[in-house]
């Protein structure tokens, strides 16, 4: 207990938060090699352009790279997570400790040097009197409250401690070194969930999906090393929000393919809670879609491809913009009809790439985003569309969704984003937009 004692009075939580500092800045480092430089300048180019065995090789690799890259991001965020929490936790206890030998020191308590708490020396005359004995009976008392403050305060400590390297015991470099083809990014997934159990962390605050506003207010409030926490850590929940900036959802989103594909591949259905074929089609969907960003992700400026929202199950969500609807001049919604499946990925950012070259020499020198917006059930040939139900389903997403582009708390474009339909006629796609004010056209 002395050495515990001795420790936590000088403890110093500088020495642990600047180092989750550095591991936080590598995150930062990794993220922005990955999808800043790599997919942009590196494979990105190469996709299209660079055919056969040789470039299967390369390519694979390459996606290797990117995603030790992704790895090292999560991994090194989960590091700062834990220092950060073990300094916070740990400051605390030497805080407590502290207010409990203050107390000490006015009641005029003795404390050792181990930690234990004494009582005041007595005069031999004090011994035999009456009103002195009542006294030091509540002296005792006085001592006992603040020995379990003391004792309190150490086993925090302690606890802090031994959680945070049990925590951190989990990430080590193994995850990038055992010779495997698939799970690296899984398991860096997994180690975020079993990070904050060792830890016995709540869930963070995440606004639901529900107001785009109330979502871009909050996104506002964090410090850039929180929002780089948040998408590492929590990119399903980011990537999801209306409201959050297109470079913020598209870096979350592009974890979440990556490390969904890599569960996928690297594991089975069995135990999963889902059938063997939806299994395989989410890893279909999955392919489909990190397909088509790769081939685009030699795009840059005003054509690049943002990718707002996934969801793998069954025929597969994904909405993709080409070009930054938050600083475009003027912004359309393609919602794609019948048949539309998340394998039909790459012939949807074609024909939003062709929309977007058609509005820029309609409009000479403006900015255009178009978004292919798959974030609905499209309907399958046959009954389902004859009756209103999927766009009637989708229609409070699509409302939610165009409402967020011109949320007061980003950037937003200067004109409303118009919203077209495609394929079948409105039974297929999800026009009910008119309570968000959106002009409606049709393709």
């Given at each position: ?9 000088c403890f110093d939580p ?223 929940e980011i990537g999801r ?203």
């Amino acid at each position: 207990m002395s050495g515990d004692f001795a420790l936590l009075r000088c403890f110093d939580p500088a020495g642990l938060r600047e180092s989750a500092g550095r591991w936080r800045r590598l995150s930062a480092a990794a993220a922005e090699e990955s999808n800043g430089q790599h997919r942009h300048r590196v494979s990105g180019p190469l996709w299209g352009h660079w055919q056969g065995k040789d470039a299967d090789s390369a390519f694979f690799t390459m996606g290797s790279t990117e995603q030790k890259l992704e790895v090292v991001r999560v991994e090194a965020e989960s590091v700062a997570l834990v220092l950060d929490t073990v300094a916070d936790r740990m400051d605390q206890a030497r805080t407590n400790l502290s207010n409990a030998l203050l107390r000490a020191d006015e009641w005029h308590l003795p404390v050792a040097d181990d930690g234990t708490v004494g009582l005041p020396p007595q005069a031999e005359p004090d011994r035999h009197d009456p009103d002195a004995r009542e006294e030091r009976q509540g002296q005792a008392v006085l001592r006992d409250q603040v020995q379990d403050r003391i004792n309190s305060a150490l086993t925090a400590a302690r606890e802090a401690s031994d959680q945070g390297a049990h925590a951190l015991g989990r990430l080590s470099a193994g995850v990038l070194t055992r010779i495997r083809v698939d799970g690296a990014a899984s398991e860096s997934a997994k180690d975020v969930q079993d990070v904050a159990g060792d830890l016995g962390l709540a869930a963070p605050y995440i606004p639901e999906n529900k107001d785009p506003q109330q979502s871009a207010a909050w996104w506002k409030s964090l410090t850039p090393e929180q929002q780089q926490s948040y998408i590492t850590l929590y990119p399903e929940e980011i990537g999801r929000l209306d409201g959050l900036p297109a470079t913020v959802r598209d870096q979350a989103n592009r974890l979440v393919v990556e490390q969904q594909l890599d569960t996928l591949k690297a594991g089975n259905a069995k135990g999963s809670g889902i059938t063997y074929e939806e299994w395989n089609q989410r890893q279909t969907n999955l392919r489909a879609l990190k397909e088509a960003l790769d081939k685009g992700d030699a795009a840059d400026g005003q054509q690049q491809l943002f990718l707002l929202q996934v969801d793998a199950s069954g025929d597969g969500k994904a909405v993709v913009s080409t070009g930054n609807p938050d600083t475009a001049d003027h912004t359309a919604v393609l919602v794609p009809g019948t048949g539309t499946t998340m394998t039909s990925t790459s012939g949807q950012i074609d024909r939003i790439g062709r929309l977007q070259d058609s509005a820029e020499r309609a409009a000479p020198g403006s900015k255009v985003a178009v978004i292919s917006w798959l974030g609905y059930d499209a309907p399958e040939f046959g009954t389902s569309v004859l009756t209103p139900g999927r766009a009637e389903d989708g229609a409070e997403d699509l409302r939610r969704f165009t409402g967020s582009a011109s949320s007061p708390e980003r950037p937003s474009a200067p004109t409303p984003p118009s919203v077209l339909s495609a394929g079948r006629p409105s039974p297929s796609t999800p026009m009910g937009t008119a309570a968000t004010g959106i002009p409606t056209a049709r393709a």
